[in-house]
């Protein structure tokens, strides 16, 4: 589902993000990426995005080598790719349903099939009765279900997630989990850099750790084990 | 995809009204620049229907000495009647040159009491079959005796052309100098537009929207503006027609004036150089900000 060969990215040719890696991820896997600040999850995300293109090597995303996408096909790339971050990105001037909504306004999806899957998501994620509320209304562990509420809306075969929990405290940081484990569930393939051991000990399952840029254990199972 | 015509017209009439102050200020700049335009395509109509009323009635006049014999004039209309190229020739006497004066001198008084009959010249005025033709005539006519001066109308009214010209590309130059202010205007309120919802393009690239989805709303906006400010120039050119040309006509008999057809010719051509300009300045405005 997800490959990275041999994948450099440096910036201004002397500041090093990713060095020489490689991962392989199939369809249908959990796997967290870890390491501490500045050791190159969030280049990855973005490198997966293509947000930014690598230095040198090949990603391939849902069996196509993005690096040979025309501009114009990265939208479509994108429609695959649900993303969830640690800021939730939604839009103050939206209710819950309209910042939903904007997902498929925006690639052009009727109204119909909105007024459908808007609602119908929502109630999956817990929040069928806050369909009119305003982000600043929610806690931050709601606001999070509704920016995954979004990712999630066109049924993406990736999920890639930065730091989801890093704003949520514990309690409310295992509810997001496992809406995440339950996205996992349904076949999408979950990508997520943490800090969060407790997450990652928890869940158990395949963790990649970076160290400068590094890959420096690819383990089935794993446990956060950074400082440990 | 379908096309969501009401997504795009929401989203264009949410951006006009967020930057109200600087949208006005770009259509009013359009408004002026194509007014300007409009303005100088009337000029340009104008000098053209003066041409076409002028070149119909140009005549050479032949000038006579004031010592000429009868002899030497029944000879010179006798030349002139004779060649190919003239029409028609009608001799003024000094006479009929001094009523001609007082009618059109008629209101200056000090002027007609000053002059005498016997201080203008007779002539001959001459009208060619074709009035190109002029330095033929003129060529034919020298050293005859008799003749004080040959003078070909078409000179004069070729130094009133110049003058409209001159008027018309200054007009025009200031309405190009306008236009280049409208389109960084309307520039500038798609720039603020795309910046202020930086926001929300951050999440529809990320939620997989195309370029066009994203830059459509900003570019109708852009385009809005552009017509806005040309449907304010054909109005103000309406106006300017009812106030200030209507009242003229019939008053200078003389003068052929443009008219209703002569302002809807200029219709399309403001809403055309309003959304191209537009656009253009739009599309310009959104390349610095919005890549992939």
Known sequence: ?228 | MALRVDYYFKETLQGLKRNGLVAFAAVSTAFIALFLVGGALLVQREVGLLIARTEANVEVSVFLRDDVSPSQQENLGNVLNQMPEVASVHYESKDEAYRRFQEIFKNQKALVENVSSDSLPASFRVKLKDPQKFDVVAARLTGQSGIDKIVDQRNILKRLFAVTRVFRVGVLAVAIVMLISSAALIGNTVRLAVFNRRKEIGIMRLVGATNWHIRLPFLIEGIIEGLLGAGAAILGLFIMKVAFIDPLRGKVGFLPLVGTPDVIFTVPWLLGLGVVVAAIASLFAMRQFLEV
């Open chain 1, 1 to 228: 589902m997800i490959k990275l060969v041999n994948v450099t990215k440096t910036y201004k040719d002397t500041v090093v993000a990713l060095e020489d890696v490689s991962i392989d991820v199939g369809k249908g896997e959990f796997v967290f990426i870890v390491g501490p600040s500045g050791s190159g999850k969030s280049t990855l995300i973005r490198l997966l995005l293509k947000e930014e293109e690598p230095t040198k090597g090949e990603i391939y995303v849902a069996g196509k080598h993005i690096g040979r996408l025309t501009p114009w096909k990265i939208p479509y790339l994108r429609r695959n790719l649900g993303t969830v971050f640690q800021d939730f990105k939604l839009l103050p001037d939206k209710t819950v349903f309209d910042n939903v909504a904007f997902a498929l306004d925006v690639i052009g999806k009727p109204r119909h099939v909105i007024e459908q899957r808007v609602p119908e998501i929502l109630s999956l994620v817990g929040l069928g009765d806050k369909l009119n509320n305003y982000p600043d209304e929610l806690s931050g562990g709601e606001q999070q279900r509704v920016s995954i509420a979004r990712s999630f809306i066109n049924r993406p075969l990736i999920l890639l997630a930065d730091e989801p929990t890093g704003n949520l405290d514990p309690a409310t940081s295992v509810d997001i989990m496992k809406l995440l484990d339950r996205i996992n569930r349904t076949g999408t393939t979950v990508i997520m850099a943490t800090h969060d051991n407790a997450i990652v000990d928890a869940m158990r399952r395949r963790v990649i750790e970076l160290d400068g840029g590094r890959v420096v254990r690819d383990q089935a199972r794993g446990v956060y084990g950074y400082g440990a």
